[in-house]
Antibody, heavy 119, light 110 residues
Framework: QVQLVQSGAEVKKPGASVEVSCRASGFTFTGYYIHWVRQAPGQGLEWMGTINAGGGSTSYAQNFQGRVTMTRDTSTSTVYMELSSLRSEDTALYYC????????????WGQGTLVTVSS | QSALTQPASVSGSPGQSITISCTGTSSDVGSYNFVSWYQQRPGKAPKLMIYEGGKRPSGVSNRFSGSKSGNTASLTISGLQDEDEADYYCYSYAGSSTYVFGTGTKVTVL
């Protein structure tokens, strides 16, 4: 069955970087886009960006340009999202999600990774 | 890219129908048929309910329907049930390989 399994919770200090991973299974990894979406406590969903798991091309939301980097490792079917220059406002639950066939929809989601930024 | 605008809350009694609006611009909702809707229950990941404006994934109740007119997309829940109480988000392609979510709507079943 399709699964997206994310890495565990992280606690970081302001100014640091964090890397969250998303390991895919149950489907042909290179045939999909993987998106990252975050949700601050009590807030709505925010789209961060996407990576083509096959070719590796990326697209980032303007709000995160220069601070976010998405990469993938096809040998392990894993996508990584690194966010740098962390500030308290980056405290959130980070989700990865799968987009099939340039369809514009997100059909499977990871369980979420809580990133806490605190001094 | 600004978030799509949704009402903060919508409520209805069991059995009633409710509609959630999602207003964007001619650069996102108005230009593409890639609008989807997600249900999120507390402590859970979002769940796809509607895609391409009005199509339902397998397993989603036919009480959920979607439509679009101009720059506004809508999600209608008919025959409202207690289990429909959740947050709902619209999501649209916004061009240049970017996407945007709506502000979210809390649905309360009275």
């Amino acid at each position: 069955q399709v699964q997206l399994v994310q890495s565990g919770a992280e606690v970081k200090k302001p100014g640091a970087s964090v890397e969250v991973s998303c390991r895919a299974s149950g489907f042909t990894f290179t045939g999909y886009y993987i998106h990252w979406v975050r949700q601050a406590p009590g807030q709505g969903l925010e789209w961060m960006g996407t990576i083509n798991a096959g070719g590796g091309s990326t697209s980032y939301a303007q709000n995160f340009q220069g601070r976010v980097t998405m990469t993938r490792d096809t040998s392990t079917s894993t996508v990584y999202m690194e966010l740098s220059s962390l500030r308290s406002e980056d405290t959130a639950l980070y989700y990865c999600a799968r987009e099939p066939d340039s369809s514009g929809l997100l059909d499977y989601w990871g369980q979420g990774t809580l990133v806490t930024v605190s001094s | 890219q600004s978030a799509l605008t949704q009402p903060a809350s919508v409520s209805g009694s069991p059995g009633q129908s409710i509609t959630i609006s999602c207003t964007g611009t001619s650069s996102d909702v108005g230009s593409y048929n890639f609008v989807s809707w997600y249900q999120q229950r507390p402590g859970k990941a979002p769940k796809l309910m509607i895609y391409e404006g009005g199509k339902r994934p397998s397993g989603v109740s036919n009480r959920f329907s979607g439509s679009k007119s101009g720059n506004t997309a809508s999600l209608t829940i008919s025959g409202l049930q207690d289990e429909d109480e959740a947050d709902y988000y619209c999501y649209s392609y916004a061009g240049s390989s970017t996407y945007v979510f709506g502000t979210g709507t809390k649905v309360t079943v009275l």
